[in-house]
Nanobody, 117 residues
Framework: VQLQASGGGVVQAGGSLRLSCAAPRAITSVFNAHDMGWYRQAPGKQRELVAS???????TYADSVKGRFTISRDNARKRVSLQMNSLKPDDTAAYYC?????????WGQGTQVTVSS
């Protein structure tokens, strides 16, 4: 599954961004069979899970983003999105989307999010 992430940018603290991750070449049924997630990695830090959504739509969030970020998926368009509101400088990182099915794991390229104070 090839994943294409987009939507990063520079925003002031308190602002919003929407990240999108598409799998244009995937067969729809294949995309639908994967749990999807967004991870982020700041300089000098380990990659961490930000939010995930299962094939059935169940979502999980890191404590640091609960109430501010919302993950969603559009199976017909083979896309997963991350709406990020009330952004903080600590949210600055490269964000990566991820598709998982069993032991199979796929990563998109990173998209940079920079939040200025």
């Amino acid at each position: 599954v090839q994943l294409q992430a987009s939507g990063g940018g520079v925003v002031q603290a308190g602002g919003s961004l929407r990240l999108s991750c598409a799998a244009p070449r995937a067969i729809t049924s294949v995309f639908n069979a994967h749990d999807m997630g967004w991870y982020r990695q700041a300089p000098g830090k380990q990659r961490e899970l930000v939010a995930s959504i299962t094939t059935s739509g169940r979502t999980t969030y890191a404590d640091s983003v609960k109430g501010r970020f919302t993950i969603s998926r559009d199976n017909a368009r083979k896309r997963v999105s991350l709406q990020m509101n009330s952004l903080k400088p600590d949210d600055t990182a490269a964000y990566y989307c991820n598709a998982k099915q069993g032991v199979n794991l796929y990563w998109g390229q990173g998209t940079q999010v920079t939040v200025s104070s």
